[in-house]
T-cell receptor, first 112, second 110 residues
Framework: NAGVTQTPKFQVLKTGQSMTLQCAQDMNHNSMYWYRQDPGMGLRLIYYSASEGTTDKGEVPNGYNVSRLNKREFSLRLESAAPSQTSVYFC???????????FGPGTRLTVL | EDQVTQSPEALRLQEGESSSLNCSYTVSGLRGLFWYRQDPGKGPEFLFTLYSAGEEKEKERLKATLTKKESFLHITAPKPEDSATYLCAVQANSGYALNFGKGTSLLVTP
């Protein structure tokens, strides 16, 4: 039982490049989330998927797209990376309702 | 708009010196308040969920309490391994998302 896994762990991009961050969970959770964490800003929600087949915008969705590929996987895509997207990205999942969110180890992204 | 404010931003304690971290919140109907611990370079690790005012939960040297406006994380006789950033988050009745505070960075020295 690996919990929530994220790939890659580190990535450096040039401005304008695109990439997809991958997230998978093996806990049969229904809801999945993408956050970014910046110094002094705390964790901010980018997008979430309450259940398979649905996605919704969070607090900071601009410049990102998501895909809930199946119940296990939730990917985050940057179509044209910008330096302002330099951050640490965390994926999380939750079974349902008011239960704890389980977080992945994070992807550290630098956009030059 | 939901808001979560944590204080202090940073706290330095000597081993054995008990203290409390504060999380003040405003939310339109509280579904749950969560405490997480985050070590450098890692994802947040779940500690507690509190659902209603008056509720308390304990785990080892940590005790979380909840009122209608704030939550406290009490640390009793801390050890150096308790050094981490502690995050507070609220979930409203109306949604699925968690709204996080900016965290309190705790350093416990021997």
């Amino acid at each position: 039982n690996a919990g929530v896994t994220q790939t890659p762990k580190f990535q450096v991009l040039k401005t304008g490049q695109s990439m997809t961050l991958q997230c998978a969970q093996d806990m049969n959770h229904n809801s999945m989330y993408w956050y970014r964490q910046d110094p002094g800003m705390g964790l901010r929600l980018i997008y979430y998927s309450a259940s398979e087949g649905t996605t919704d915008k969070g607090e900071v969705p601009n410049g990102y797209n998501v895909s809930r590929l199946n119940k296990r996987e939730f990917s985050l895509r940057l179509e044209s990376a910008a330096p302002s997207q330099t951050s640490v990205y965390f994926c999380a999942s939750i079974l349902s309702g008011v239960n704890e969110q389980f977080f992945g180890p994070g992807t550290r992204l630098t956009v030059l | 708009e939901d808001q979560v404010t944590q204080s202090p931003e940073a706290l330095r304690l000597q081993e054995g010196e008990s203290s409390s971290l504060n999380c003040s919140y405003t939310v339109s109907g509280l579904r749950g308040l969560f405490w997480y611990r985050q070590d450098p370079g890692k994802g947040p690790e779940f500690l507690f969920t509190l659902y209603s005012a008056g509720e308390e939960k304990e785990k080892e040297r940590l005790k979380a309490t909840l009122t209608k406006k704030e939550s406290f994380l009490h640390i009793t006789a801390p050890k150096p391994e308790d050094s981490a950033t502690y995050l507070c988050a609220v979930q409203a009745n109306s949604g699925y998302a968690l709204n996080f505070g900016k965290g309190t960075s705790l350093l416990v020295t021997p």
